[in-house]
């Protein structure tokens, strides 16, 4: 029998395998169109829009340079990826965004850094002036990844990830980052590093005893660009998609 069990009812579902009427897929959990988030830190389920590319693997459309209108000459298309190839400094996005699911896969060389900011405005001089970071290191090679606070996965300064679950060098990371009405989960290849809550308690104690404590803009923001930094090392993202959390 064909058709998509996910729209059926689970009990349904049980019933058809046991009478052997019908069979499972990996086409049945296709996750590009599950229309659901779950989030690890408050086990609730969230509508959320289609997929859509931030990046689409031929042009960097949709992208510019930070307080710039262009697109930086540093970064390049390269064999269908995203590539920081020269100094360029940071971009962020045309849009705007408040509530998303951003999936993502990044890959670095030795001692390499960079970093994905959200809800940047251009206040700032920097992103990382108004935006929380999920930080892209390698661990082994970089000083930042001798504590785990500054390490890859983490947000950057102030949140330490569960574990360094990153692969070895040339091979490609595969991240998540959700952000939902203030609650943020990072997550990479295929798990739950760490989750907060933007404007609580504790965010305020640990952002106060970080280096962002006089940066008034950080965190404050709900809604803004998303941003790639460019520090200085090559980078290479692909399979760059987000949807929108209605």
Known sequence: MLMRIMQLPLSLVQALLIAGLCTITVTDFNFSTDTTVWAAGNNTTQEASPWRLLFEGRSIAGWRGYQSDTVPE?????????????????????????????????????????????????????????????QILHNEGHPDGNAPITSAGSNFAVHPPAADVTRPIGQWNEARLIVNDGHVEHWMNGKHLLSYELGSADWHSRVTASKFADLPLYGKSLTGHIAIQDHGDPVWFRNMKIRVLN
Not at 83 to 109: H, P, Q, S, Y
């Open 74 to 134: 540093g970064w390049q298309v390269v064999d269908g990826v995203l590539a920081r190839v020269g100094a360029g400094g940071d971009i962020v996005t045309v849009d705007k965004f408040t509530n998303f699911d951003l999936l993502f896969e990044w890959k670095l060389e030795e001692a390499g850094n960079s970093g994905i900011f959200f809800g940047v405005t251009e206040e700032g001089a920097v992103p990382w002036h108004s935006g929380p970071e999920f």
